[in-house]
């Protein structure tokens, strides 16, 4: 207080000191010295310590805004410098609501994408999008991660990679690629191993396009191969009527009128051996062999399967 009436423009005192040179020269660098504020130390020495041991020290000071305003700066200052996530993450840890709080987060979302895309795999896009969901880089990880969903897909040749594509991505960039390729995988595997459940399966997934036609084909064929080596009469008779236009019709009218004439004797091998006596079974498949294999290959054909399924060598009857 004393200080600051001395110092104060009109102070008698001060008039007073200006009736003596060399003791008013005297008192007055006592007083400029005293007068020194430790605020304006501070900002002569301007480093990020100092402001924070003056905040600390003098709560209540008028200038303790200004203070923390330049250790805000100083602060995002050297996180600048130091240029991490880490650095940027300490400044909002330490100035949530600070003057570059909006900066830093930005940086912060700079550095993580960039980390995503030195990675460059659907984990770290994944990664980078729950931290950033509607960040700026949002829409572009979005697309990086079905690039490397539908990548990964055709790079296994994942039958439920490309379908989890098309279900995630229903209006993919890459949608009818990821529908051609999974037709195409589905198809391949078919040919390896064809069945009529496949081809129904296959048929009702993509319903037209390429192989389509082809598979609605092969399921006729393969249900009518499969009444054929049943050696029902019946089956085949009833195929014929549900497949008038079929150019196997001939054929399927043939093989019904020679399953007729076996089918009793057909079916009582199968009675014996699925009663357990395989021996007897044998006899009557034996004398069937003998009698229409030469003629009727279709015949070798339907008890070659019963064999197989009765477990009786095929020696036991040639």
Known sequence: M??????????????????GVLWGALFSLTTLFACTSPFTEVR????????????RQNPQSPDRKAAEERLDTLSFRRASEDNSEESYGNYLREFPQGLFRRQARTQIEVKAYQRARDRDTLESYRAFLQRFPQ????????????????RKAIRYASVRGLEAYLKHFPKGRYR??????????????????????GYENFVRRFQEGLHVAD??????????????LSGKWWLLKGWIKANPDSPMQERARKHMKIFRNIYPS???????????????AAMVYRSLYQRYSKRYPIVVRV????????????????
């Open 2 to 19: 004393y200080c600051d009436e001395i110092c104060r423009p009109g102070n008698s005192k001060s008039s007073f000191l200006r009736r």
């Open 44 to 55: 002569r020495k301007d480093n990020i310590d100092a402001y924070k041991d003056f905040i």
């Open 135 to 150: 960040g700026q880089f949002a829409r572009e990880a979005k697309e990086r991660v079905e690039d490397q969903f539908f």
């Open 176 to 197: 009818q690629q990821a529908i051609d390729k999974h037709r195409d995988i589905w198809w391949t595997r078919l040919q390896k191993n064809p069945t009529i459940r």
């Open 215 to 228: 598979a609605r084909q092969k399921i006729l064929l393969l249900r009518y191969e499969s009444y054929e």
């Open 266 to 280: 057909l079916e009582r091998a199968r009675r014996l051996a699925e009663s357990g006596e395989p021996t007897r």
């Open 303 to 318: 008890l070659q399967k019963d064999l197989k399924k009765h477990k009786i060598p095929m020696e036991q009857i040639q």
